[in-house]
């Protein structure tokens, strides 16, 4: 099982980074900005996740392997940003990849700590939103998961996959197979196909300018 999520975890953390680091090159930011938002965006869910269920310190913290990954990912992205940008969007489908990872992770590693099944598919939501939070907050924009169409439902229903497979006594590999399956497939039919949550029908009118105060008379 601790094998199962650390694979999890490096595969999500490098293809995350993959992501932060090139929405990072793409804002113009110089070789250590890449790389720090490269590591925000990979290690970032995950930290939150193991103070959550008391894993501490945070394995991507006390593991070397998780900064080599994601700065091995964020150098990647720094030199070679401009045939990734000629990728269809490749922000895109790398964040939906490292949701996805996260998202099994999360839930995987929640359960091996006993955690309550819906505690547990939570906190796999939860790890795959985190890093995702970081890299736009980072880069001074809102985050995806507020805006951006089935992100938090993706994450979540690949991680409630997987508490419903060991539930129901399921192989890890296999419900881990099958929940980030689905979790990517959600999100990418969701960019493609503009799927999103239900948005408020009438916006409020933007308020007029206050008007200047009028002078005083006596003046």
Same mark, same amino acid.
């Given at each position: #099982?601790? !094998? ?8 999500? !953390? ?21 790389? $720090? ?8 869910? @995950? ?18 392997? =998780? ?19 000629? #990728?269809?969007?490749?922000?895109? #489908? ?9 998202? $099994? ?12 099944? $819906? ?5 796999? #939501?939860? !790890? ?22 089935? =992100? ?5 229903? @690949? ?59 006596? !003046?």
């Amino acid at each position: #099982m601790s !094998t199962l999520v650390l694979i999890l975890d490096l595969a999500g !953390t490098f293809v995350f980074a993959l992501a932060g680091a090139t929405a990072g090159a793409r804002r113009q930011l110089d070789l250590f900005g890449v790389l $720090v938002v490269a590591f925000a965006a990979a290690c970032s869910g @995950g930290i939150i996740r193991d103070i959550l269920i008391g894993a501490t310190p945070p394995a991507a913290i006390s593991d070397w392997r =998780y900064l080599a990954t994601s700065q091995l990912a964020g150098i990647i992205a720094f030199r070679w940003h401009g045939t990734i940008e000629r #990728m269809a969007n490749p922000v895109r #489908m790398f964040d939906a990849g490292g949701l996805a990872l996260f998202a $099994v992770a999360g839930a995987q590693k929640a359960l091996a700590y006993e955690l309550h099944a $819906v505690m547990a598919a939570l906190l796999g #939501m939860l !790890t795959g939103i985190g890093g995702g939070i970081a890299r736009d907050v980072l880069l001074a924009q809102i985050p995806s998961v507020l805006r951006s169409d089935l =992100y938090a439902v993706a994450a979540l229903a @690949g991680a409630s996959v997987v508490v419903l497979g060991d539930r129901f006594s399921v192989s890890p590999v296999i419900t881990v197979l099958v929940g980030a399956t689905l979790c990517f497939a959600l999100r990418v039919m969701a960019i493609q196909r503009g799927w999103h949550l239900p948005k408020p029908l009438d916006q409020p009118p933007l308020e007029p300018k206050q008007l200047e105060h009028p002078r005083d008379p006596k !003046t």
